[in-house]
């Protein structure tokens, strides 16, 4: 078992620069895999094409972070720890 501790420091600039034109090709590399970017979509996400450089196999993959407003009732059990309800549904 490992602890580490974290430390905020207001000094230290730790900004990234955002790319919003993405025409060269954008990869994340191994000697076993590759995470290559494609292109976005429904403005939520972006998809990859994720390639096992053994055995040449290329795969897209899609990602997105989404957000469900969690359910909060007086009469019923709410959202918790160990629970999630969406609001809707």
Do not use: C, H
Not at 6 to 18: E, G, L, M, R
Not at 42 to 68: I, M, P
Request: aromatic residues 14%; negative net charge.
């Amino acid at each position: 078992m490992g602890f580490f501790m974290v430390k905020y420091d207001p000094t230290v600039d730790i900004a990234v620069p955002i790319v919003t034109d993405v025409s060269e090709d954008l990869a994340i590399e191994s000697d076993d895999i590759a995470l290559r970017y494609l292109a976005d979509y429904d403005g939520e996400g972006v998809y990859f094409e994720l390639t096992d450089k053994v055995s040449g196999v290329a795969k897209t993959v899609g990602f997105d972070l989404r957000f469900w407003q969690s359910f909060q009732s007086d009469n019923q059990q709410n959202s918790g720890v160990y629970i999630f309800r969406p609001k809707d549904g």
